[in-house]
Every structure is written in structure tokens, then in C-alpha cells.
């Protein structure tokens, strides 16, 4: 059975990096199978998709048009997790942020497994 | 972006109710279609995929139906366990997937 753990600091200062990790357990971040993702949730913006990593004979990531330009899903084999940094936050960035397991094929954004969710929040 | 629509956003029911959420895209999705269920403090969980496939675990008296636009979670006797929030998301046009704004299901 799949279990992710999330880390990170849960205070961040505006116009700094957030950056969480998602330790996996029971599945392999390199698995061609699988995809990783990170989604977050606030009362604004409610459930919102922010990117992924998947492998398929190589590495891949995209991520929502909304923080295209800040935002870096990186993976580790070594330590069979994947971590995510937010580049120049805002108050708006503030909510409680998910790793989640994605699928392959028609799957791929069937979120099968979760991490616990990390709040974050942006203040000086 | 697709957009979902879930409706009502908030629902009261006792124990032993039949209920229904429904949730509307803003183009047709065929059956890509799950539903979470999240409880106060924790992580969605899934519910159904595609859009009537209950997930391995989860009770006999929740199910999904639905194609193309609409949609619909039906628990057939609410349990004092599924008051939580449900959420229905779409996978067809992805990326990005999109979530609806939940329903709140409520103790009358």
C-alpha cells in the first residue's frame, strides 16, 4: 500500500521559494506507471491542480498555466520522493498543499493516494 | 479549462437519508468523472472512476451516475461517517484536471 509523506516549513515570507517534498513509500517515484503530483486547496481557489512528474523512459513534468512560470516538480530516485518549489509568493499562495498519485493512460489524473496535506502560509 | 458545477453547495440530511449531488461540466466530458469525499482535516479520498466505478473499499451505498454534461453521487442511507464535503473532478480535458467547489453534506 502506497503512503506519502509530506515536509516542509509551513510559514513562508512573500516573494520567497516554497518548498515541500512528498517521500513515497510502497510505490517507486520512477515507476512507468504512475505520475506524481502536487495540488493545493484554499477557499478561494478551492481544489487547484498544479503540476506533475511522470516517468516514461524519461523524466517529464508540467504543471497548470496559473504558476507555469514559477513553479519547478522535481523528482529523486534516490531517495524515491518528489518535491516542489514555488518561486515569488504572495498571499495568495496560502493554502494547504497535497502530493498526490496519478495513473497512466486515462488514470493519469485519477488521484488514487494522497499525502496529508501541509499548511502553508505566506507572511512576513 | 473545463469548469465543473456542483450543486447544492450545502446539504442537510439525518442518518438513514437518501441523497444526491450533482455535479454539471461546461462541455462534455463522456464518463471521466471522479468523486472525492473529504472529511474535516484530511485528504480527499476517492470515491468513484469513471463516473459509476466504485473504488475498491468503498461502501455499496454510494453511487455515481451520469454521462456527457451531468452527473450525479447518490448515497443510498447516509451513515454517520460520510457527513464530509464531496467534490467531483474531470479528467477528460486534461491537463489541467478541474475540481467543482464541493458540497457540504451536513448532520440535520
Known amino acids: 500500500q502506497v503512503h506519502l509523506q509530506q515536509s516542509g516549513p509551513g510559514l513562508v515570507k512573500p516573494s520567497q521559494t516554497l518548498s515541500l517534498t512528498c517521500a513515497i513509500s510502497g510505490d517507486a517515484v520512477s515507476r512507468n506507471s504512475a505520475a506524481w503530483n502536487w495540488i493545493r486547496q484554499s477557499p478561494s481557489r478551492g481544489l487547484e491542480w498544479l503540476g506533475r512528474t511522470y516517468y516514461r523512459s524519461k523524466w517529464y513534468s508540467d504543471s497548470a498555466v496559473s504558476v507555469k512560470s514559477r513553479i519547478t516538480i522535481n523528482p529523486d530516485t534516490s531517495k524515491n520522493q518528489f518535491s516542489l518549489q514555488l518561486n515569488s509568493v504572495t498571499a495568495d499562495d496560502t493554502a494547504v498543499y497535497y502530493c498526490?498519485?496519478?495513473?497512466?493512460?486515462?488514470?493519469?489524473?485519477?488521484?488514487?493516494?494522497w499525502g496529508q496535506g501541509i499548511l502553508v502560509t505566506v507572511s512576513s | 479549462d473545463i469548469q465543473l458545477t456542483q450543486s447544492p453547495s450545502f446539504l442537510s440530511a439525518s442518518v438513514g437519508d437518501r441523497v444526491t449531488i450533482t455535479c454539471r461540466a461546461s462541455q462534455g466530458i463522456g464518463s471521466d468523472l471522479a468523486w472525492y469525499q473529504q472529511e474535516p482535516g484530511k485528504a480527499p479520498k476517492i470515491l468513484i472512476y469513471p463516473a459509476s466505478t466504485l473504488q475498491s473499499g468503498v461502501p455499496l451505498r454510494f453511487s455515481g451516475s451520469g454521462s456527457g454534461t451531468e452527473f450525479t453521487l447518490t448515497i443510498s442511507s447516509l451513515q454517520p461517517e460520510d457527513f464530509a464535503t464531496y467534490y467531483c473532478?474531470?479528467?477528460?480535458?486534461?491537463?489541467?484536471?478541474?475540481f467543482g467547489q464541493g458540497t457540504k453534506l451536513e448532520i440535520k
Open positions: 473532478q474531470q479528467l477528460n480535458d486534461s491537463p489541467p484536471p478541474t
Open positions: 498526490a498519485r496519478g495513473g497512466s493512460g486515462t488514470t493519469v489524473f485519477r488521484f488514487d493516494s
